[in-house]
T-cell receptor
């Protein structure tokens, strides 16, 4: 069974631009979560989607948004990029509530 | 706030020796606790979880964790460390009433040959 796939693996953007990251969950997994990982703040929860509905949201500004499609694939979007948005963005899927998360290898975003 | 704490930034152990990576939690009610491992340039991999039941939980790659309610701890252990165990380890909890994992700050495990 294929794992969680995130594309692209690396991105370099300029301040003020916007970016869209993509995540394909494991087949059969309907819950998709997004996390931001930085050396200073560690792993921080962004949001979680289940059956195309956002069920949970972390403490991030409105520039961070996401969505989930009917095939459970998910995208997250960051608008008006700031230098501090440079991070590894991790997507994870799970089969049910409180089940272990299965993570992708992440998208490393660098904002210059 | 409901959270987990990993008091050690780094743990060094010699290959073949037992290892322990510490985690304490602060959660109201019954905690759902997890351990994950991260290798360089990779996502996190699930090792084990505690929901309820036996206090000693066995997981992947020979790892186990001991849930101690009185000490609010969930330490990760392995009887004999391998060089390939060198990685970043995260303890995590699902706070009561939420669905998202809250992660600890991570502990870097270095196993020396």
């Amino acid at each position: 069974k294929a794992g969680v796939t995130q594309t692209p693996r690396y991105l370099i953007k300029t301040r003020g631009q916007q970016v869209t990251l993509s995540c394909s969950p494991i087949s059969g997994h309907r819950s998709v979560s997004w996390y931001q990982q930085t050396p200073g703040q560690g792993l921080q929860f962004l949001f979680e989607y289940f059956s195309e509905t956002q069920r949970n949201k972390g403490n991030f500004p409105g520039r961070f948004s996401g969505r989930q499609f009917s095939n459970s694939r998910s995208e997250m979007n960051v608008s008006t990029l700031e230098l501090g948005d440079s991070a590894l963005y991790l997507c994870a899927s799970s089969v049910a509530e409180n089940s272990p998360l299965h993570f992708g290898n992440g998208t490393r975003l660098t904002v210059t | 706030a409901q959270s987990v704490a990993q008091p050690e930034d780094q743990v060094n152990v010699a290959e073949g020796n037992p290892l322990t990576v510490k985690c304490t939690y602060s959660v109201s009610g019954n905690p759902y606790l997890f351990w994950y491992v991260q290798y360089p340039n990779r996502g996190l991999q699930f090792l084990l979880k505690y929901i309820t039941g036996d206090n000693l939980v066995k997981g992947s790659y020979g790892f186990e964790a001991e849930f101690n309610k009185s000490q609010t701890s969930f330490h990760l252990k392995k009887p004999s460390a391998l060089v390939s165990d060198s990685a970043l380890y995260f303890c995590a909890v699902i706070p009561t009433g939420r669905r998202a994992l809250t992660f600890g700050s991570g502990t870097r495990l270095q196993v020396q040959p």
